[in-house]
Nanobody, 124 residues
Framework: VQLVESGGGLVQAGGSLRLSCEAS????????MGWFRQAPGKEREFVAT????????YYADSVKGRFTISRDNAKNTVYLQMNSLKPEDTAVYYC??????????????????WGQGTQVTVSS
């Protein structure tokens, strides 16, 4: 599956952004999707994931209560709504697709398709 992120940008602390990730190729509606981020000099870290059905979501503690992951299977798109942004949220954000279709494991741990990333910068 091919993934293209959009929606990144520069925002002041306390502001909001919504990232989008449009998928093409494999059956999007059967794939759990995730968002990850990588800050300069740091390893890539998990942010959030949503099950292929949309019924389950899971978040990193650092974003819980501030970020919301959602999906629209009719549009082959997954979203990340980011509110109350902090300077430490500054990173390149990547979306990713689960390796397995209709994966019963939760949360998924094997993402094998990645987008090119979109930069999010939060100023203090």
């Amino acid at each position: 599956v091919q993934l293209v992120e959009s929606g990144g940008g520069l925002v002041q602390a306390g502001g909001s952004l919504r990232l989008s990730c449009e998928a093409s190729g494999r059956t999007f509606s059967g794939l759990s999707m995730g968002w990850f981020r990588q800050a300069p000099g740091k390893e890539r870290e998990f942010v959030a994931t949503i099950r292929w059905s949309g019924a389950l979501t899971y978040y990193a503690d650092s974003v819980k209560g501030r970020f919301t992951i959602s999906r629209d299977n009719a549009k082959n798109t997954v979203y990340l709504q980011m509110n109350s942004l902090k300077p430490e949220d500054t990173a390149v954000y990547y979306c990713a697709a689960d390796r397995f279709v209709y994966n019963r494991n939760w949360p998924p741990t094997n993402f094998n398709s990645w987008g090119q990333g979109t930069q999010v910068t939060v100023s203090s």
